[in-house]
C-alpha cells in the first residue's frame, strides 16, 4: 500500500503539471481512522476561482471550501469519516465549463500506528549532520533542481553526505550503543549557500533530493528499526525560507510575519515567560526573523497552524517515525505552539518531542515541559525538554584551562585542571523545579557548540569523565556524532562548518575510516586520533552496559556534596544501585566508602562497569587522578 501511495503521489504531481492549473495538493495523501481533521492547500493559476467536490465513494467528503486572500489557493476541509474505504479517490475542481481532476489517495493506517512508542530514558539518542556523516551516493551530490551543489573543500559548503550513507552505518551507530538516530534537518532546503544545515526549509513535504527522497527515508526508518534503532525528525515551525516556494505568492498576507522595515529577532528567550515583559518585546521576539534568510512563521493564523499539525502528523504516518525534535522552541507563538504539540499527541499519545530552549536558569527551562505547574497557567503540551543548564555545568567542570590564566586548586572558578566538579551537583540540586525528570534530554554537545574534544583540551580523560555523567546521570542521553572519537577542530570557540566536520571513513578515497574497527587501530599511528579506538571502545561499554541497567534507566539519585574535586552519587530503584565516583583532581584519591555508608552500608560485592572486576564497599578502593570509576550492584 506505501509504495502504491507514493506512486500515486508522484502521478498527481505529474496531473498537475499538466493541467496547469492545480500544482500543489498537500498533504500529499492522508489515511482512514485518523483523529486529525483533514484541510488540504490547494494552489493554482486561479484555483481559488474553483468548486471543489470529491468522488470515489461513500465516507469522504467535502465540508468546507476556504478562499485564500490570494486567488491561486483554497483551503477544502475534507471529512474522512469512519465508513471511508481505502483507495484513490478524485478531486474534481469546477469553473463554469472548465473542470480538473486530481486523484488523491486515502490509504488504509498501519496497525497499531497510533499506539507507537518513542525515545525514552532508556535510550541513547546519537545526532548527525547527515550532509556531513556519509556519502552513500555520489550521484547526487548535485542535483539540477537545487541551486547550491557540492564543494567540500568549502567548510559551509555541501560536502554530499546522504541517507544512502546513513543506511551503510547504521551497524556502527548500533554497536555504539545508541538506539535512537536525531538527524538535522533532511527536508528541501534550496538555500543559495549554507544550506547543509537544513534549518530554512523550503518544502516541507519532500526530502532535499541531495539527500535521496520520501521512499529512502522512508527504507532507511524501517531498516534502522530493524537495527533497534529509533527515527527522531529534527522540525522547524519557528521559520521557513526565503528560497520556499509559497514566499513567491503567499497565502494569506499573515501567513508570515511581514515588516517593512525588515525586523530581526531580539533572540530575548525569557520573554514568553516574563510576566513584566513589554507587548512591543514580546512581539519583536515572536514576530522578528531569525536572520534575514528565514522568514518567521506566523502561526496565529488558523490555515497556517493547521498546515504544520498536519505536516507533523502526516511524516509520523508516512514514515513510521518515533519522535521529534522542534528547534528554536521558544521563540514561536506560545499558544498556537503549544496546540501544535497536543495535535501530534493526541493522534499519538506515547509520541515524544523534544524542544530546542536555550537557557541557562532551571526555572525557564522548566516552565516549557508540558503539565509544568506555571504560576500563569500555560501549559506547552511539549512531553521533553533540553537540560541546557546541566551541558553547561559539565562543559564548566570539564573545560581545559587557559594557558597563564590558571588558578590554585580549591579557589572559585576554574582550577589549575579544569573548574570544580561542583557545578554539576549545583545543577542536579535545581532538580525540584522540573515537571519530569525522565522527559529531560542531557547532552555534552550538539551541532550548536564547539566540540568538546577542543574544550577539553584534547584530553582523553576528561571525554571519559564527560561520557560517564552522560551515561549515569538521569533522564535522557544524547551524543554528538563522533565525540565518541574525540573530533577536533583546533579552535575551543564555536565555527559552525568546521565543527560539523566530515566523519572521516565516509566518503569514497578516505585515507582514514574511523566505522571500523580496523580502521580506528591503524588511525592511532596518527597524533589526531592517537585515542580515538581507545575512547570509542570506553563509550561502547558504557553505554553497552546502560542499555541493561534499570537504576540508571529509570532510578532516584542520591548525591554527596563535591570534596577536592571530586564527585560521589548512587543511582538507584530496589533492584539495583550504581555507584559513580568522579575524581576530577589531579591526585589518586580513595574512595571514601565511610562517608557514602547512607547508600554503601551493605552493598557486598559489585562490578567495575568499565573493568569487570569485583568491587567490594570494604576495598580500599582508588581512583586515578582526572577518572571515574562506576560500579553496578545486584542483588
Known sequence: MRKCLTALAGLCLAVAAWAGEVTRVEPLSWWTGMKTDLQLLVNGEGIGAYSVAIEGGKGVKIKAVHQADSPNYLFVDVDVTAKAKPGTYTLV??????????????????????????????????????????????????????AEKARRESPMGRHGGDLQGVIDHLDYIADLGATALWSTPLLEDNAPRGSYHGYACSDYYHIDP?????????????????????????????????????MKDLPFKDWVHMNDPYVNSNHQMGLALDPNASKADRAVMEEGWFVPSMPDMNLDNPYMLKYFQQWA?????????DGFRVDTWF?????????????????????????????????????????????DGFNSYLPSIMDFPLQGAISNALTAPIPGREQPQGMPGRGRRGADISGIYNALSHDFVYHDLSHMMIFLSNHDIARIGDTFGHDPRRMKIAFTLLATLRGIPQMFYGDELMFVTGNPRRDDGRLRMDFPGGWAGDPVDLFTEEGRAKAAADSTWAHAADLHDYVRTLFQWRKGSSAVQNGRTLHFIPEKNTYGYFRYDGR?????????????????????????????????????ERVTVSDATRVAPQSALVVDYRP
Open 210 to 246: 541531495r539527500y535521496g527522497s520520501n521512499e529512502l527515508y522512508r527504507e532507511m526508518v524501517g531498516k534502522a528499526h530493524e537495527k533497534g534503532i529509533k527515527i527522531i525528525m529534527d522540525v522547524v515551525t519557528n521559520h521557513s525560507s526565503t528560497e520556499h516556494w509559497w
Open 576 to 612: 539495583e544501585t550504581v555507584f559513580v565516583f568522579i575524581n576530577n583532581s589531579d591526585e589518586e584519591v580513595t574512595v571514601p566508602w565511610t562517608r557514602f555508608r547512607e547508600m554503601s552500608e551493605g552493598l557486598g560485592e559489585g562490578v567495575n562497569v568499565l573493568t569487570g
Open 93 to 146: 475542481f469546477k469553473k463554469g465549463n472548465e473542470e480538473i481532476r486530481r486523484p488523491y489517495v486515502i490509504a488504509a493506517r498501519e496497525k497499531g500506528s497510533a499506539d507507537r512508542k518513542s525515545f525514552t530514558t532508556a535510550d541513547l539518542i546519537y545526532l548527525i549532520v547527515p550532509d556531513r556523516f556519509a556519502n552513500g551516493d555520489p550521484s547526487n551530490d548535485s542535483t539540477p533542481d537545487t
Open 313 to 321: 502528523v502526516w511524516w509520523i504516518e508516512y514514515s513510521g517515525l
Open 331 to 375: 521563540y514561536n507563538e506560545k499558544v498556537p505552539m503549544s496546540q501544535w504539540a497536543k495535535a501530534v499527541t493526541d493522534e499519538f499519545p506515547d509520541f515524544n518531542i523534544v524542544g530546542e530552549n536555550w537557557q541557562a536558569n532551571p526555572d525557564y527551562v522548566a516552565y516549557w515541559q508540558k503539565d509544568n505547574p506555571n504560576t
